[in-house]
């Protein structure tokens, strides 16, 4: 018997974004979970006026506080495990199926999968440990099974917020996310004090979601940053929070540095120039000004659901269809890839171009999981650069690196 889940999404001026999320969640092949999204008037009317609406419980909610806003859809969830994924992701359709696993074992209160990046292919984060001064340091994990990690003394097993679940009592009790977080560290917060207070976290990677740093009114499309105030704030809350008081200046200005280095790079890059630099570099010491005022730890317990587990229908042990050609059939394979998707089934789209181009990935509005590349190209990106393989061969090979996230 598999575990009721409540996935909270929190959604802020990303309409698009927040559909094409929907879209992945309602493939999800799972049972029983339920969809709660909080979100501002445009994500709100959005999901107000999809088919499925009446299947989705929606907050409306227009404060730029990622945290508030997920402690309202936690306080509204009536699963046993409440699962998190940001409105710029889209998970793999057996991610759940993963990510619940570890709950089994009664010791575990949280678990954490990794995430995909823009080219749909190479791991973001996998897995990693969170010190006092929020900085994060990789675990060696090896396999594909999910593993309860021993941090090193001081660290916490770190979970990404756009990948995460937790059991929704010991979530509820702690107060769910600290408020004082508006943007950035607030699920680094959280998995700090869950092993402050004993709980165990399993890693799990092929619990999957991909995750394309979509625009936002921080960062642009080029995920180069358009105002570094909040991120600026939250850290300081953090090493307010937690990090020992003699190391905090040091903590500070090596993330401070650490800003530095990253907006040199895009201006040697092209999209920021030395002005931008020195705009963003104050927002970022007005931030730590305001962090050092901010009240944090209010964290009171979150209330019981008003409402009942409301399940939304997903697509468990939806038939499979894997389609491929040549990028001239794309057209025509797309508009059959579109139809087998609104009919129900989960579609991969293969098309391998005559050449050696790198490979990509992306879930299409239509509901399509789509890979394009050379027929001779990388797809994992520590494989050889250029290989020779016949058109059966290779699509055999990529069906079968997806097969155990995607089924």
């Known amino acids: 018997m598999t575990t009721p889940v409540s996935i909270v999404i929190v959604s802020r001026d990303r309409p698009a974004a927040l559909m094409r999320c929907l879209t992945g969640v309602a493939q999800l092949d799972y049972a029983p979970f339920e969809v709660i999204v909080v979100a501002c008037p445009a994500g709100a009317d959005a999901t107000a006026a999809r088919p499925d609406a009446a299947h989705i419980k929606l907050i409306r909610y227009d404060e730029a506080n990622i945290s508030a806003a997920r402690n309202l859809g936690i306080a509204a969830a009536a699963g046993e495990v409440v699962a998190l994924i940001d409105d710029d992701a889209v998970p793999e359709p057996l991610w759940l199926r993963h990510l619940t696993a570890p709950f089994a074992d009664p010791q575990i209160a949280c678990a954490g999968g990794y995430v ?51 059991r929704r009592e010991v979530l509820a009790a702690l107060g769910g996310f600290d408020p004082a977080f508006r943007f950035y560290l607030d699920e680094t917060d959280l998995n700090l004090r869950l092993a402050a ?23 642009n499309r080029d ?27 040091t903590a500070w200005r090596t993330f ?43 964290t009171p317990a979150l209330p019981a659901p008003q409402q009942g587990f409301h399940p939304f229908p997903g697509r468990p042990d939806a038939p499979r269809q894997h389609m491929a050609g040549r990028p001239w059939q794309a057209a025509r394979l797309r508009a059959k890839a579109a139809r087998a998707a609104s009919e129900g089934a989960i579609v991969s789209l293969f098309l391998f171009a ?50 155990k996230v995607r089924g």
């Open 116 to 166: 995909i990046g823009r080219n749909g292919i190479s791991f973001q984060w996998t897995s990693r440990s969170v010190d006092r001064t929020g900085a994060a340091h990789p675990l060696n994990l090896t396999g594909d099974a999910p593993a309860v990690p021993t941090p090193p003394k001081g660290h916490a097993v770190k979970t990404e917020g756009t990948n995460m679940a937790v």
């Open 197 to 219: 207070a004993g709980h165990r976290t399993a890693l799990v990677p092929l619990a999957q979601v991909h995750h394309g740093f979509a625009e936002s009114m921080r960062r």
């Open 223 to 249: 995920r180069s940053p358009r105002d570094l105030t909040e991120i600026a704030a939250s850290q300081m809350v953090f090493l307010c929070k937690h990090c020992p008081e003699p190391d905090r200046d």
């Open 256 to 298: 401070e540095a650490g800003q530095r280095a990253r907006l040199l790079r895009f201006l040697q890059r092209g999209p920021l120039d030395p002005l931008d630099v020195a705009r963003l570099m104050r927002g970022l010491r007005r931030g730590a000004k305001d962090g050092t005022t901010r009240a944090f730890g209010a």
């Open 354 to 403: 005559p050449t050696a181009r790198r490979h990509r990935v992306g879930f299409t509005s239509e509901g399509i999981w789509q890979q394009s590349g050379g027929l001779f190209g990388q797809s994992l990106r520590n494989g050889p650069v250029i290989r020779m393989r016949r058109f059966s061969s290779r699509l055999a090979s990529e069906i079968m690196r997806v097969q």
